[in-house]
């Protein structure tokens, strides 16, 4: 049976962001006076997120770009689910690309911090996605897979939110084709373990912008974006976020 799930628009703004962006916060609800037809959260600086969580408009939730596997501790710079939920953010993204990279996080650490997120009381937004190499090769599809499976605990499906991101495409102005993010995500689903995967919500992320949006979240298992660069505009988040009305 098939179900409704609600699309997520989230946006990713890495480490960009100084105290005078909040007007990014204005300019959002200038274009959305009221409430958008899909969820919608941001997931600006960390430094952000106190001030953002006291001028945000109640549709807005506010997520963190990461968090440390365990909720305190001697664990100098990192930041605990516990303290994201303590600012009132309800989501945090975990395994993005760029730590698994950058900061040489494996899925093994990628499950804890969902865990932690999980415990938090926070929704985790599990990162997968293949390389250009392993697309090449026609890996791709086990690649991610294989990142689910390891990256996810073991939780109901509507408790988790999964972000397909080829890297090749995140950052690049390249995009997967609405077919080829179609046929990931329902992979995805199709891996996913439980029996309830009609309720896992899959965003895709890589070069999403206002002139590609609709065509790819209008395919069946394309649950919502993960936005880095063009979360960044209020005029092109904005614009996204109204492909979905
Ligand atoms: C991301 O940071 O998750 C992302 C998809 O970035 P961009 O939209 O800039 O490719």
């Given at each position: 049976?098939?179900?409704m799930?609600r699309k997520l628009v989230?946006?990713?703004w890495k480490m960009?962001?100084?105290q005078?962006?909040?007007?990014?916060?204005?300019?959002?609800?200038?274009?959305?006076?009221?409430?958008?037809a899909?969820d919608v959260l941001?997931?600006?600086?960390?430094?952000?997120l106190?001030?953002?969580?006291?001028?945000?408009?109640d549709?807005?939730?506010?997520g963190?770009?990461?968090c440390?596997?365990?909720q305190?501790?001697?664990?100098t710079?990192?930041?605990s689910?516990?303290?994201?939920?303590?600012?009132g953010?309800?989501?945090v993204?975990?395994g993005?690309s760029?730590?698994?990279?950058?900061?040489g996080?494996?899925?093994a650490?990628?499950?804890?911090?969902a865990e932690?997120a999980?415990?938090?009381?926070?929704?985790?937004i599990?990162?997968?996605?293949?390389?250009?190499?392993q697309r090449e090769?026609?890996e791709a599809?086990?690649?991610?897979?294989?990142?689910?499976?390891?990256?996810?605990?073991e939780?109901?499906a509507?408790?988790?939110?999964?972000?397909?991101?080829?890297?090749?495409a995140?950052?690049?102005g390249?995009?997967?084709?609405p077919?080829?993010a179609?046929?990931?995500?329902?992979?995805?689903?199709?891996a996913?373990?439980?029996a309830?995967?009609?309720l896992?919500?899959?965003?895709?992320?890589?070069?999403?912008?206002?002139?590609n949006a609709?065509?790819l979240?209008?395919?069946?298992?394309?649950?919502?974006g993960?936005?880095?660069?063009?979360s960044?505009?209020?005029?092109?988040f904005?614009?996204?976020?109204?492909?979905?009305r």
């Open positions: 049976m098939a179900m799930r989230a946006g990713n960009n962001g100084l005078k962006d909040r007007d990014f916060l204005s300019a959002l609800v200038d274009a959305h006076p009221d409430a958008p899909a941001l997931c600006p600086p960390a430094t952000l106190s001030a953002m969580a006291s001028a945000k408009p549709w807005l939730m506010l963190g770009q990461d440390a596997q365990t305190s501790g001697a664990h710079g990192d930041i689910a516990a303290m994201l939920a303590d600012l953010c309800s989501h993204i975990v993005h760029e730590r698994r990279s950058d900061h996080e494996g899925d650490l990628v499950r804890a911090k932690a999980l415990e938090a009381g926070l929704v985790p599990i990162c997968v996605g293949e390389t250009l190499q090769s026609g599809e086990a690649v991610v897979v294989s990142q689910l499976r390891a990256s996810t605990p939780c109901d509507g408790a988790v939110v999964i972000a397909y991101e080829p890297v090749w995140i950052g690049t390249r995009t997967a084709s077919e080829d179609q046929a990931m995500h329902a992979a995805l689903r199709t996913w373990p439980g309830d995967s009609d896992l919500r899959i965003l895709y992320g890589g070069s999403m912008n206002p002139g609709e065509a979240l209008s395919q069946s298992d394309v649950d919502g993960l936005i880095g660069g063009a960044l505009k209020p005029d092109q904005a614009s996204i976020i109204r492909t979905l």
